[in-house]
C-alpha cells in the first residue's frame, strides 16, 4: 500500500495519516488510533489492520500493509456485503480462502 492509500475508506485516514499519528501520539493500545480522524469508527473492516500497523510501530518496523488498494477495497466490499470476513478474523484482516495473497503473519 502506498503512504496516501486510505487504510479507513470510511473516513479516508491514509497509511501515511495514521504512521505520523503513531510516531507523534506513540498510542499505548492500538484502539488509541481511533483518535487519528476516528480511524476504525465506521464500519470496522480497518480494525484488525489498524492493530496489525500498531504491532509494527511497537516492534520498530516500517508501518506498511503488503496489499494493493484495490485489493484492499475489494476485501472491504465483500465484507460489507456480507458482514463477515474471507477466511479467519485475525489481527492480520483474514485470510480470502486463497482468492488472492492473505496478509503475512506479523
Keep these: 500500500m ?8 470510511c473516513f479516508h485516514v491514509s497509511l501515511r ?3 505520523n499519528f503513531l510516531e507523534r501520539e506513540r498510542p499505548r493500545v492500538a484502539s488509541q488510533i481511533s483518535e487519528c480522524l476516528g480511524a476504525g ?5 480497518c480494525v484488525p489492520f489498524l492493530r496489525r ?14 496489499v494493493s488498494p484495490e485489493e484492499y477495497a475489494a476485501r472491504r ?5 456480507s458482514g463477515t470476513r474471507e477466511g479467519s478474523d485475525s ?3 483474514g485470510g ?3 482468492a488472492a495473497r ?3 503473519p506479523g
Excluded at 502506498?2 to 475508506?9: A, F, G, K, N
Excluded at 469508527?41 to 473492516?45: F, L, S
Excluded at 500497523?53 to 506498511?64: E, Y
Design 91 to 93: 489481527d492480520e484482516g
Design 2 to 9: 502506498d503512504p496516501d492509500d486510505h487504510v479507513c475508506l
Design 41 to 45: 469508527t465506521g464500519c470496522q473492516w
Design 17 to 19: 495519516k495514521i504512521a
Design 77 to 81: 466490499s465483500r465484507y460489507r456485503r
Design 53 to 66: 500497523l500498531h504491532r509494527l510501530h511497537l516492534d520498530g518496523q516500517p508501518v506498511d500493509l503488503p
Design 102 to 104: 492473505p496478509l503475512p
Design 96 to 98: 480470502d480462502g486463497g
